[in-house]
């Protein structure tokens, strides 16, 4: 595992203490996203679909450090929009690093080189570099020849600068999970601490078995991608969750484990859909009709999703507070190549079909929306 064990020690009695507390929900990672602009148009990204009066705003911040103070969270992820384009988002890392918040600042790391030195190398800040694949995969999903390699020239400087850096990458059903392996190598080879990974959000309008096939779909492609790894490969995520996206466990959703902040508000239920805005962290959990969300529920908007934002709260929690979920931590650790005769022949078989590279959204961005590099 890459997370290292300061940051592993920060989360575990942090859980611990809300366990002690009787705190039945609370926040793990504040996504805070102090603007929606950017200097790249990926296909189907909901965030820069805002009319331009939204996409010039942005928080202060004094904003950000409220929303952080608040709720609390140990972990800020600072997606956007792209976060290097905000004019003070170098006050807003110093002032969450003061605060020793463990931050993963997200960017498509276009402007990484120009920006670096103004950052100071810290053990809470983390660039997490938006790529999704190798160079020809990533420029397509990302509607611009030559990202991947400005992108790697940005993890290069920032690495050689003794930065922490991972790599984010969204992956959908339709991947080639041969590419998506290769790609693996090349990134470890960059000399990043670990990769990040999430399932793509993909919601159709009319529920079939088709959702329930898309989730088996999903575990398929994971389980072909993840098992027999490379001891090279570092994951900067909890093992439990990659464990989920193989199909080897189940969670139920546990939405405020990563709530949104934006210029509207605390977004309901998650980073993911907009069912409205709280004024703050509190409210949001006490206002929200949670029963309404998760896989569980019914809420076909929730019955494909496996994401990060929504379920790795939930391995985390499980994790730290019992001895299975302790157990099951350890045993990844110690052992973490996933050994799958089946999964080897996974990779022998023809690709059934290609989805799109991005999110599929809803008509109406105000309705339900993304970014990728979440
Ligand atoms: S998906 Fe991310 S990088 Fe692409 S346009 Fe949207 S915010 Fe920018
Ligand atoms: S299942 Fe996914 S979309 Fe639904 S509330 Fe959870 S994270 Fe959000």
Redesign the pocket.
Known sequence: MAVPISQMWTVATYVLKQRVRGRERYPLVLMLEPLFRCNLACAGCGKIQYPAHILKHELTPEECFRAVDECGAPMVSIPGGEPLMHPQIVQIVEGLIARKKYIYLCTNALLLKEKIGLFKPSKYLTFSVHLDGQREHHDLSVCREGGYDQAVAGIREAVARGFRVTTNTTLFDGADPNSVRAFFDEVMSFGVEGMVLSPG?T?DKAPDQKHFLGRARSRRLFRAILSNRRKEWKFNMSPLFLEFLMGKRDYQ???WG?PAFNIFGWQK?????QDGYADTYRELVETTDWSH???E?G?P??AN???S???EPSTVQHGFTSLSGFWGMVKASLSSAYKDRGALDLLNQPLEHSRPPLVQIASSPSNELEGSHV
């Open positions: 959000y919601y959703c546990t939405p990563s239920p998650c980073y993911l859909l969300y998760g896989t529920s809420n908007k929730c999703c496996m994401v934002c929504g379920y």
